[in-house]
T-cell receptor, first 115, second 113 residues
């Protein structure tokens, strides 16, 4: 297992277009998290899944954002009608339940630029 | 409302000396505090954590101290090495079963050879 994999690494899109990112977590991890990081800030929580169930969504996740984790394996994050304010690094992380003190394993992220 | 704050955006230290990175928090309900290290073009990497019931945790060159009365924690790196140069994020979790992390804004550490 090579860790958490995110694709694509970079995405440039025009305002108004839809984009989709993919995250492949560590295979035995049942929790998957999405975070967003903007320049000069720490990562901010967006949403998380336990297996295939999406258990919490941040108020940062507007109606234009949707995340799925079919079959409890990989996850996708889709942004519809992108805006320039969506430009950020989107980070995925995975962990086991009960691992509060063990931290997550993050992927390298997908950098989105909306022009 | 920033619940986790890192007030020093950057820190420069000579190789071999001690690096001390600081973090303050406002919510006394946090269960765990974690430090992550981030290199450019990579995701954050977990470094060390501390439970709220402890005041110190040590792992090799890295030690985290927690002062609950002051709502303050610090990461000590001794001795500092040039490879430690990175952005360090403090994070807190445990208010609920989600284990979602609330991050500070990071401190960029530069260790000079």
């Amino acid at each position: 297992d090579t860790g958490v994999s995110q694709n694509p690494r970079h995405k440039i899109t025009k305002r108004g277009q839809n984009v989709t990112f993919r995250c492949d977590p560590i295979s035995e991890h049942n929790r998957l998290y999405w975070y967003r990081q903007t320049l000069g800030q720490g990562p901010e929580f967006l949403t998380y899944f336990q297996n295939e169930a999406q258990l919490e969504k941040s108020r940062l996740l507007s109606d234009r954002f949707s995340a799925e984790r079919p079959k409890g394996s990989f996850s996708t994050l889709e942004i519809q009608r992108t805006e320039q304010g969506d430009s950020a690094m989107y980070l995925c992380a995975s962990s086991l339940v009960g691992g509060a003190g063990s931290g997550y394993t993050f992927g390298s992220g997908t950098r989105l630029t909306v022009v | 409302d920033q619940q986790v704050k890192q007030n020093s955006p950057s820190l420069s230290v000579q190789e071999g000396r001690i690096s001390i990175l600081n973090c303050d928090y406002t919510n006394s309900m946090f269960d765990y505090f974690l430090w992550y290290k981030k290199y450019p073009a990579e995701g954050p990497t977990f470094l060390i954590s501390i439970s709220s019931i402890k005041d110190k945790n040590e792992d090799g060159r890295f030690t985290v101290f927690l002062n609950k009365s002051a709502k303050h924690l610090s990461l000590h790196i001794v001795p500092s090495q040039p490879g430690d140069s990175a952005v360090y994020f403090c994070a807190a979790s445990g208010m609920d079963s989600s284990y979602k992390l609330i991050f500070g804004s990071g401190t960029r550490l530069l260790v000079r050879p």
